[in-house]
């Protein structure tokens, strides 16, 4: 049975597009992950502040592996050092982007896929 997990990030609106920047440099580490099964940055459209990054896995085990995996810190450690460099336009903010985060987990009882 495949896990999802989301994790709810709140931004602030002048650290959006740096949000943004930062997963699109960091594109490409999770979809080597044995038992990654996909990924999406929501962006909030109304209402609220906090954008959702959508992963989905195997497993939890699966997920766990990743978490501790060198690519995982690898993808953290170059956001953290891309957070401290400038990138033109104004957009190279340091430090975090989000004023705060929480992980949601969650087990995929139902699922329905477009029919062929």
Do not use: C
Not at 17 to 32: N, P, Q
Not at 40 to 49: A, C, F, I, K, N
Not at 99 to 113: C, N, P, Q
Request: hydrophobic share 35%.
């Amino acid at each position: 049975m495949s896990v999802v997990k989301i994790n709810v990030l709140t931004v602030p609106e002048p650290m959006k597009d740096e949000l943004e920047r930062r997963f699109a440099g960091r594109a490409g580490l999770v979809e080597e992950a044995d038992g990654f099964e996909g990924f999406e940055l929501l962006r909030p459209v109304e209402g609220t502040d906090r954008y959702l990054v959508y992963t989905r896995w195997r497993s939890e085990e699966d997920f766990q592996r990743w978490t501790e995996s060198r690519a995982f810190a690898e993808g953290h450690a170059k956001a953290a050092a891309d957070a401290g460099h400038g990138h033109g336009h104004g957009h190279g903010h340091g430090g975090p982007a989000a004023s705060g985060a929480e992980l949601w987990s969650f087990e995929v009882v139902e699922r329905a896929t477009p029919k062929e």
